[in-house]
């Protein structure tokens, strides 16, 4: 069964500065889609970032990046420069190409940024 | 311009009665899904539907019936609500890849402002 972990329930940081969230994977898949998924307190789900798995470069959104290892599935979200606004949860997702009827989603990690 | 909107937002009701929350995308995507968020905030799908059709049933009680009249819209109905059944329920849209034959470089679900339903 595929699945999606994320070890971190919870992390802080201070605004201006750099955290990495993290979340590994499990699939026997070789052609998939990774996300990162943010839900502040709005409860509204925002896609962050997006991850082709046949794509080696690491995908990039401003101030998010992610450090994307295939051999090791294992797909990280670093924020630069935290803000304020960046508090919310964060869901790691997984989509397998060949059934991309579900998302995958790992249990989350509640992100508090503080001034 | 709200590209996957639900009603209600909020809707608290009591055992045993019978509920609709509805929903419907204008973003032109082939298939929707219903996901339900959980008091631990863990998200998990429901069901999905392409092109009017039932594709994925995970195991979901009875209760909920699902209904998409057509392409853009969805529907959930629960009937004899239980507590348990207190959540936030999520629809969501998409692309369908594998009807173009391509791999979509910006394959991504839209989700809907979600619907805390609360039975007392």
């Known amino acids: 069964a595929q699945t999606v972990t994320q070890s971190q329930p919870e992390m802080s940081v201070q605004e201006a500065e750099t955290v990495t969230l993290s979340c590994t994977y499990d699939t026997s898949e070789s052609n998939y889609y990774l996300f990162w998924y943010k839900q502040p307190p709005s409860r509204q789900m925002i896609l962050v970032i997006r991850q082709e798995a046949y794509k080696q470069q690491n995908a990039t959104e401003n101030r998010f990046s992610v450090n994307f290892q295939k051999a090791a599935k294992s797909f990280s979200l670093k924020i630069s420069d935290s803000q304020l606004g960046d508090t919310a949860m964060y869901f790691c997702a997984f989509i397998d190409y060949y059934n991309t009827d579900k998302l995958i989603f790992g249990t989350g990690t509640r992100l508090q940024v503080f001034p | 311009d709200t590209a996957v909107s639900q009603t209600p937002k909020y809707l608290v009701t009591q055992m045993g009665n019978d509920k609709s929350i509805k929903c419907e995308q204008n973003l032109g995507h082939d298939t929707m899904y219903w996901y339900k968020q959980d008091s631990k905030k863990f998200l998990k799908i429901m069901f999905s539907?392409?092109?009017?059709?039932?594709?994925i049933n995970e195991t979901v009680p009875n209760r909920f019936s699902p209904k998409s009249p057509d392409k853009a819209h969805l529907n959930l109905h629960i009937n004899s609500l239980e507590l348990g059944d207190s959540a936030v329920y999520f629809c969501a849209s998409s692309q369908d890849l594998r009807t173009s034959g391509t791999q979509s470089l910006n394959y991504e679900q839209y989700f809907g402002p979600g619907t805390r339903l609360t039975v007392t």
């Open positions: 539907y392409n092109n009017k059709e039932l594709i």
